[in-house]
């Protein structure tokens, strides 16, 4: 029964998230939305594959990343604010949810860090995270983007 379970939770974790018709949660800082593909902008967060090590133990920080952010988004339809698009044609943007800000919460969080050659927007928030050791910061991890480089 455990594995079964576990086949169907890795079933669930691995495709894109939908709560409803028009959203879909991508990975960690990308939600398609009203089929718009949104860049969450000045945060990165891990890749869905990238691993993170918690003493001698092997975590999956991408997907504890998404994981936190399907959890933050719940039912509720993020509102987002566009501030254009990437290289990549997506739309940056800064989408909340009640209000909040899921980028600020997400690096406040630990599992995104503020992309700081586009913003300085969420510095502090890191350094919360960071002095506080919470989520990645309680790890051994890898930048994103020095994780995109060498993949």
Known sequence: MKKILGIVVLGLLTCNISFADDLKIVDGDTIVLNGEKIRFSGIDTPELKQTC????????????????????????????????????????????????????????????????????????????????????WAMKFQYPWDFRKAS
């Open 53 to 136: 090590l918690q003493g001698d133990q092997e975590v999956l920080c991408g997907m504890s990343a998404k994981m936190l952010l399907v959890k933050k988004i719940g039912n509720n339809t993020p509102k987002c604010i566009k501030e254009g698009k990437d290289v990549y044609k997506r739309t940056l943007a800064e989408c909340f949810v009640n209000g909040e800000s899921l980028s600020k919460f997400l690096v406040r969080s630990g599992y995104a860090f503020a992309y700081r050659k586009y913003s300085t927007k969420f510095i502090e928030d890191e350094d919360f995270a960071k002095a506080n050791k919470l989520g990645m």
